[in-house]
């Protein structure tokens, strides 16, 4: 009998990703170990170092190098020195796109142990999914400056938005609310973008029909805002455009304990790419090299990725001991979680609840 072996690209990146991926990865090995599997590891150096150096964040053929993998973890990448639309533009976003990862799947869990900013709420009061479209919308390289430097100077930013990739994400969002609570949030901002946006809503109706037991709401940007501030308990699904998903998830992750605990999962549902599992959070520059960075949102992108290889009791365990971590007072937790503890404290704590 031979053994699965997962060939696994990592991108450490920049700031606490690579600070946070060194510390975790013997936890990775361990679940690996416990449910009979390997992971084949390749790692690249592709982030802002590389690009100081080599002018790009990652080498042209850098995409054909990935492609044969059946998984890809990214830390984080963004660096203080380095304009922010360089660095996302040179990996993150070529490899969203190039491999047609077109479902950003956010959960927001409210964990029990974790205390939620907002008044009154507690364990599980709050757990919804934002299905965030991954590959176009505001995010569409299409526009250009003109006259530059002149008075009259002028940019251009086009949204893209097609049949196709609006469909997809919809239909992979009803499909999560179907199997969830089924309820669904399309989120747009249609009374102001009335192409693009009442474009959505039309296809957001028509795919609607396909799932008769989900019930949808529709609400615009900003009130969706204030509503996961309001009554975080009522969302189950949502699903928004590149940019609003984008938005809508840091205000998830911010209600449900912190950025350190949040997970993401940029996926292509097909064979053809291999997805990309990733923090939420970013390059945390302000903490970088302190050793207290919190490590439980990569081990949650972890299990996100062994689900998505098909390791379900493997990612469930990984789940299951950062669950039984935060509900324990006594356990180690870092700063952001209002603890004293260090990055490699909390990952030996977990290796032991394993
Ligand atoms: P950030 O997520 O790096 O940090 C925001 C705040 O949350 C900081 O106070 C940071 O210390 C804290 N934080 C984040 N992750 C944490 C963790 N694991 N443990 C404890 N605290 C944590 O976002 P920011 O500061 O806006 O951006 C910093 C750099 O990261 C920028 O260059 C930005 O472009 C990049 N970035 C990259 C992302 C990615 O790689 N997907 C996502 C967001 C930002
Ligand atoms: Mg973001």
Same mark, same amino acid.
């Given at each position: 009998?031979?053994?699965?072996?997962?060939?696994?690209?990592?991108?450490?990146?920049?700031?606490?990703?690579?600070?946070?991926?060194? #510390?975790?990865?013997?936890?990775?090995?361990?679940?690996?170990?416990?449910?009979?599997?390997?992971?084949?590891? %390749?790692?690249?150096?592709?982030?802002?170092? *590389?690009?100081?150096?080599?002018?790009?964040?990652?080498?042209?053929?850098?995409?054909?190098?990935?492609?044969?993998?059946?998984?890809?973890?990214?830390?984080?990448?963004?660096?203080?020195?380095?304009?922010?639309?360089?660095?996302?533009?040179? $990996?993150?976003?070529?490899?969203?796109?190039?491999?047609?990862? *077109?479902?950003?799947?956010?959960?927001?869990?409210?964990?029990?142990?974790?205390?939620?900013? +907002?008044?009154?709420?507690?364990?599980?009061?709050?757990?919804?999914?934002?299905?965030?479209?991954?590959?176009?919308?505001?995010?569409?390289?299409?526009?250009?400056?003109?006259?530059?430097?002149?008075?009259?100077?002028?940019?251009?930013?086009?949204? +893209?938005?097609?049949?196709?990739?609006?469909?997809?994400?919809?239909?992979?969002?009803?499909?999560?609310?179907?199997?969830?609570?089924?309820?669904?949030?399309?989120?747009?901002?249609?009374?102001?973008?009335?192409?693009?946006?009442?474009?959505?809503?039309?296809?957001?109706?028509?795919?609607?029909?396909?799932?008769?037991?989900?019930?949808?709401?529709?609400?615009?940007?900003?009130?969706?805002?204030?509503? $996961?501030?309001?009554?975080?308990?009522?969302?189950?699904?949502?699903?928004?455009?590149?940019?609003?998903?984008?938005?809508?998830?840091?205000?998830?992750?911010?209600?449900?304990?912190?950025?350190?605990?949040?997970?993401?999962?940029?996926?292509?549902?097909?064979?053809? *790419?291999?997805?990309?599992?990733?923090?939420?959070?970013?390059?945390?520059?302000?903490?970088?090299?302190?050793?207290?960075?919190?490590?439980?949102?990569?081990?949650?992108?972890?299990?996100?990725?062994?689900?998505?290889?098909?390791?379900?009791?493997?990612?469930?365990?990984?789940?299951?001991?950062?669950?039984?971590?935060?509900?324990?007072?006594?356990?180690?937790?870092?700063?952001?979680?209002?603890?004293?503890?260090? %990055?490699?404290? #909390?990952?030996?704590?977990?290796?032991?609840?394993?």
């Amino acid at each position: 009998q031979t053994t699965t072996t997962y060939d696994i690209e990592l991108i450490p990146g920049d700031g606490i990703g690579p600070e946070v991926l060194d #510390v975790a990865l013997p936890l990775f090995q361990d679940v690996a170990d416990d449910y009979g599997f390997e992971f084949d590891f %390749t790692r690249r150096d592709w982030g802002t170092e *590389y690009y100081l150096e080599h002018g790009e964040m990652m080498p042209e053929d850098g995409l054909a190098e990935l492609a044969d993998a059946d998984s890809i973890f990214l830390g984080a990448v963004g660096h203080p020195e380095v304009p922010d639309h360089v660095t996302l533009h040179g $990996l993150l976003l070529p490899i969203r796109k190039g491999f047609d990862q *077109y479902v950003c799947k956010r959960p927001n869990v409210l964990f029990e142990g974790i205390e939620s900013p +907002l008044k009154g709420y507690g364990a599980g009061d709050i757990d919804f999914v934002v299905y965030r479209e991954n590959t176009e919308g505001e995010y569409a390289d299409i526009g250009g400056r003109e006259h530059r430097g002149l008075g009259h100077e002028t940019a251009v930013q086009s949204a +893209l938005f097609t049949r196709q990739g609006t469909e997809r994400i919809v239909r992979a969002a009803f499909q999560a609310a179907a199997e969830r609570e089924g309820h669904l949030t399309s989120v747009t901002k249609s009374n102001a973008q009335a192409h693009s946006m009442v474009f959505w809503d039309d296809i957001v109706e028509e795919v609607s029909e396909e799932y008769p037991g989900v019930t949808v709401e529709r609400l615009l940007v900003d009130a969706a805002s204030m509503d $996961l501030i309001r009554r975080p308990h009522e969302f189950d699904v949502l699903v928004a455009s590149n940019l609003f998903g984008d938005v809508l998830t840091d205000i998830g992750a911010q209600i449900t304990g912190s950025m350190g605990l949040a997970p993401s999962g940029n996926i292509h549902p097909g064979e053809e *790419y291999p997805s990309m599992f990733e923090p939420v959070h970013g390059s945390a520059p302000d903490i970088v090299g302190e050793g207290v960075a919190n490590p439980l949102a990569s081990v949650l992108s972890w299990s996100m990725l062994l689900e998505d290889v098909g390791e379900e009791a493997a990612a469930d365990a990984l789940w299951s001991a950062v669950i039984g971590q935060i509900s324990d007072q006594s356990a180690p937790r870092t700063p952001d979680l209002g603890g004293d503890a260090g %990055t490699e404290a #909390v990952v030996e704590d977990l290796r032991s609840r394993l």
